[in-house]
Structures are given as C-alpha cells and as structure tokens.
C-alpha cells in the first residue's frame, strides 16, 4: 500500500483581516488534490462559510508551475490498481460510492460569501473545475486553462455546465471536446477571466479587489448573488415577475450609505 | 421642464433623458415621464422602432441620490417595480449609450434589445454607497454576458468601458465616441425598413425564449 506523506500542510491558511487565503501547497505534485488536499479544502471552506470575520477568499497555488492540476492521477492510479477498476469510471463510481466529494466548488455548502481564484500557473481538469466554482478569476499571463479529461477518455462531469454560464454554449464544447488548453488572454477574451495580470501578481491583485469587495456590507453582497443566481436558468418573465416579489434589500448600512454616497463621486461625472 | 422629451425621425421614436445637468439621474418625476413616453411608443401605430438615449454626454448616473436621501422613504424606483418597461413593451427599443451608464440606467440600457455604444461609454454600479439591490440587473445580466462578469460588476463596483462591454457582449455595437445616437437611429431606420411592421421583430417571442429548457422551447417554436 502506498501511504502518502506530508511534511508540510497541503494547505496553507493566511488571513489578512477579512480575507482569507488558501493557498494549495504541493507544488511538486502541480497541486493536484491528493495527499489529503481535497479533504482540507472541503474543511476550510467549511471553516470559512462559518467564520463571521471572514468575509472574501482568495484561493490560489504554490510555486510558479500551477494553480492546480486537478485530481492526482498518479495516487488515484495506485488506488484503482489496488481496487482492480477496469476504468477511470468505475473508479470515480465506486468513489461515489463511498462518498467522496471532491471540493470543486464553493457554492456546494451554500456559500454566499465572494471567493477569487487567482490563478498562477497551469490551472488543469479539477484545478480548472475548482477555479470555475469560485466566483472571479484573475489570471496570470504565462498560465494556461483547460479540460483534458477527454484525452484521458474522462468527462470533465463537474463543469460542463459551469462552462455554458461562464462563457457561451460553442465555446463550452470547443474546451471540453477539445481539451486543449487556451491561453490567459484567451479565456480573459471569453470573459472566462476576469482580469489577466503580470506572472507573479495575481494574488496581490487578487488582494486588491478582495478589499474593494468589502467595501460593500455582507448581506449588500450576499443580497446580490443570491439574486443571481436564482434567476439562472429560469424563464426571463417569470425571473423578473419573482425579482418584483422578492423583498427589497434592507440594511441598516443603506441610511448612512445615501450619506456618504451624496459625498462621492462617480467616475466620468 | 420635462425630464424626459419625445421625437420623431420616420418610424422612428427618439426618447431622450433630458437632466443633463445631473448626468441624467432617474429621479421619480423623471421615471414617471418615462413611463408615459413608453405608453405613448407603445400606443404609436406608425412607430415600429424606439431609440433610448441621454442629453449631455451621460446615459445616466442611475438613482437620484439627492431625492432618495432627502425623500421620505418613498419608492426608490417606480420603474423597477414595473419590471423596467422597455422589455415589457411589444415593441423594439434601441440605447444609445455615451458616458457614464451606472446603476439603474445600466439596468434601464439593460431592459432595451440592443444597445450600441459611443468609445467613451461606461457600464458598472460604481456607487459602493448606494445599496439599493438591483434585482432587474441580475436577471438580464447573466443573459447578456456571462455569470463570471456579472459577479465582477456586481461585486466590485468596477467600472467597464465600452470596448469590454462589446466584448463580453453587453454592447452590440461599438462606434466613435460622439456617434451613438446617430448610429443607433440609423440602424433603427434600417430595423424598420426590413421588417416592414412592428410585430415582425417578434421581440416578445423572442425574450419569452431566454431561460426555458431547450426541448420545451423547440417545442413552443414549432407549435407557433
């Protein structure tokens, strides 16, 4: 049996005030989730959902090489030898089986609060999966985004949906039946990303926006994406008609926000 | 003074914000006046296509903030509360955007069917003060662009400009800074011109489309 060791934590948790940032730290294995990194990521997300300090998080990579290359082939091979699977399938099935959920996407436990990805390297399979499942991305330029698990006769089952919200119906199937990866500028040209910045800058401009995020109270935030997402997929007359019925936004920050608010000024005015 | 004036150029209906002095901020008066210009559109026969723009180099600041904090607690936005009107209407209706397009006036660029942009155009909800909910954003905005930059506009209050905003499909047409509204009522004379009636732009059909599941849709296309 191999038994996997880790003498650092596969995770590392730094908060700065309101903002948390984890950074995946197996930078020799490109960050893939094994070694006990799926299981630490679903605990943190946890940790953070309940924290009431917390308020953003940024979600990053070690190293220069990858944000994270997705599910560890390599020990998820010695376990399915080990198991005797005859396919990437009934590996994943039996995984199914057994409970396993892979912590691809924050919006699993119901999380209202902002989460960033900033992507420093290859971000490949579950690490693209993951990177989908947070709310913004920022992207380095030398990094490079993809689905490959079709050159693995695998389906990236996580995320063809995700793909048809963040970008378009073609260009969802073009990345998952290709399984090319594309290029920062790419996928910032499909509005996949956000912003793409220097090699080295993402979670220092990951940080930058985090602190303009905050400038807007939680439940102003959680408000909005609550909003957002439950018009997705919903019949335009019947989202709006729902919209109408929902109960204005109320909080107590809004008084003292219309204050300020005759104080500033907006841009180009 | 009305805050909002009407033309017309053909089968054109030229509706324009006209507070330019407050970068064209949608006070209730104002919002009012919109809404019985739009009644009048609708009500129009020989006008088959609206453009929507605004006086002074602003599309609109978006909520009054004037009134809303010195009002007395009265209904911040007659208009979202009637789902923003230009979608509701039969007819089609073109923005013309120049400037800044923040807040409810994205949201009001956002209820028209195109919306052609001047270079110098500005889309976001940049009043990280002002937290008013904007629930008709967040229906329109992940049908036009994508959830990714919803959430960015949403979240940070950034300001797009306009050559993003074509890109991620927010703006149909980009053109110099300063041509919106030429341009806009030229392509809505085209518009006219094609379809040769109001009701063949189908706008209802067409918006009715967005959101129901693709075999229901097939569904509803064939049975028309």
Redesign the interface.
């Known amino acids: 049996m191999v038994v996997e060791t880790a003498p650092a934590p596969v995770l590392l948790r730094r908060r700065e005030g309101a903002i948390l940032i984890a950074t995946m730290n197996r930078p020799e294995r490109m960050n893939a989730l094994g070694g006990g990194l799926g299981e630490a990521l679903n605990e943190m997300w946890l940790d953070f959902k309940d924290d009431p300090e917390l308020r953003v998080a940024i979600l990053t990579g070690a190293g220069e090489r990858a944000f994270s290359a997705g599910a560890d082939l390599r020990a998820n091979d010695a376990r399915a030898r080990q198991m005797g699977a005859q396919s990437a399938q009934e590996f994943l099935d039996a995984d199914r089986a057994r409970g396993v959920r892979p912590s691809f996407n924050g919006n699993n436990f119901g999380l209202w609060k902002p989460v960033i990805a900033a992507i420093n390297g290859w971000c490949l399979a579950g690490g693209c999966e993951m990177s989908m499942g947070c709310d913004l991305r920022i992207m380095e330029e030398q990094a490079q985004l993809g689905l490959p698990e079709v050159k693995r006769g695998m389906g990236a089952k996580q995320t063809t949906h995700k793909l048809y919200f963040l970008t378009t119906l073609p260009m969802g199937l073009d990345i998952d039946w290709t399984g090319d990866p594309i290029t920062a500028q790419q996928a910032f040209d499909l509005g996949l990303v956000n912003e793409v910045v220097p090699k080295g800058q993402s979670v220092r401009r990951a940080m930058e926006i985090a602190e303009q995020i905050c400038r807007f109270p939680n439940s102003y935030l959680q408000y909005q994406k609550l909003r957002l997402f439950q018009s997705i997929g919903v019949p335009v007359d019947y989202a709006l008609a729902l919209e109408q019925r929902a109960q204005p936004h109320q909080s107590g920050e809004y008084r003292a926000g219309l204050e300020a608010s005759l104080r500033s000024r907006l841009p180009g005015t | 003074m009305p805050s909002v004036t009407t033309r017309r150029d053909g089968r054109v209906f030229i509706v324009e914000l006209a507070r330019p002095a407050q970068?064209n901020a949608l006070s209730r008066g104002l919002q009012r006046e919109l809404v019985a210009a739009w009644e009048e559109y609708e009500n129009t026969d020989d006008a088959w296509v609206a453009v929507l723009t605004g006086q002074g180099g602003?599309f609109s600041?978006g909520h009054d903030?004037?009134e809303?904090?010195h009002g007395q607690g009265e209904d911040?936005s007659p208009l979202a509360?009637r789902?923003l009107l230009p979608?509701e209407l039969s007819k089609a209706v073109v923005a013309a955007v120049e400037?800044?397009c923040?807040g409810l006036g994205f949201e009001l660029a956002l209820a028209c069917d195109l919306r052609i942009a001047g270079e110098?155009a500005?889309f976001g909800f940049?009043?990280?003060?002002?937290?008013?909910?904007?629930?008709?954003a967040?229906?329109?905005?992940?049908?036009m662009?994508?959830?990714?930059?919803?959430?960015?506009l949403?979240?940070?209050?950034?300001?797009m400009d306009a050559r993003r905003a074509e890109?991620?499909?927010l703006v149909s047409e980009l053109v110099p800074a300063g041509q919106a509204l030429a341009r806009a009522v030229e392509a809505a004379k085209g518009m006219a011109q094609r379809f040769g009636s109001a009701e063949a732009f189908q706008k209802r059909r067409i918006?009715?489309l967005?959101?129901?599941p693709l075999p229901t849709a097939q569904g509803l296309v064939r049975s028309a």
């Open positions: 970068h602003a600041v903030v004037q809303l904090a911040a509360e789902g979608l400037g800044p923040y110098g500005m940049p009043d990280q003060n002002l937290y008013v909910g904007y629930k008709v967040t229906v329109l905005l992940p049908r662009t994508n959830l990714g930059v919803s959430l960015d949403l979240f940070t209050g950034k300001v890109q991620v499909r918006w009715g967005s959101g129901v």
